[in-house]
Each structure stands twice: as C-alpha cells, then as structure tokens.
Nanobody, 123 residues
Framework: EVQLVESGGGLVQPGGSLRVSCAAS????????MTWARQAPGKGVEWVST????????YYADSVKGRFTISRENAKNTLYLQLSSLKTEDTAMYYC????????????????WGQGTQVTVSS
C-alpha cells in the first residue's frame, strides 16, 4: 500500500524560504519518478516539479523555475521541495505523488498522492 506523508509546511513571509518533505513507503521509492503539485484555494491542481529515480534530472513548472528545488534521498525514502523567494501566489496545499503524468491524471487518488501540507505566504 502506497503511503506518502508530507510535512514542513507553514506560514512564511514573502521572499522567505521553506522546505517541505514527503516520507514514502509501500513501494520501491528508488525506482520511482516523484512529483510535487499544489492546489490553491478555489483553483485546480498545478504541477510544480518532478524528479527522476536517480535524482539527477529535475523538471520544473515555469512558475517556480529558479526559485524551487526538488531533491530526494533514496536511502531515506524521502522527497524534498525547497521553496525560496516565496510569493503570495505560492500559497497552496502542496502534495507529493509517486509517478508523473499518470499521477496527475489521478489527482487525489491515495494510490498516488499524499494528504498534503499547507504553505501560506503572507506578511
């Protein structure tokens, strides 16, 4: 059974930084693409970033490129997202998922997604 548990969200001022984490279990983490997505209040899900199993090929949405950094520690079955130069429009629930496009097509399905961690950017 896939289990993904996000943590590390919180309230941060514009321009600040935060790191969110995703602890994974129930599948072979080191063999899986992993994805971060977010959903702001009243809006649809937005893909943020994906990383390959080896951790050397990250992919980013244009809206976060240069400000966010995805990484992973396969030995710890943990995925990270470092959020920097935060803007108020980055306020959202941040979710991790196993996989990429299939996961995005099944947003909210517990077989792919965690429960999320809230990031609020406000002064």
């Amino acid at each position: 059974e896939v289990q993904l548990v996000e943590s590390g969200g919180g309230l941060v001022q514009p321009g600040g930084s935060l790191r969110v984490s995703c602890a994974a279990s129930g599948f072979t983490f080191g063999s899986a693409y992993m994805t971060w997505a977010r959903q702001a209040p009243g809006k649809g899900v937005e893909w943020v970033s994906t990383i390959n199993p080896g951790g050397d090929r990250p992919y980013y949405a244009d809206s976060v490129k240069g400000r966010f950094t995805i990484s992973r520690e396969n030995a710890k079955n943990t995925l990270y997202l470092q959020l920097s130069s935060l803007k108020t429009e980055d306020t959202a629930m941040y979710y991790c998922a196993v996989g990429w496009k299939t996961a995005l097509d099944n947003f909210g399905n517990k077989n792919y997604w965690g429960q999320g961690t809230q990031v609020t950017v406000s002064s």
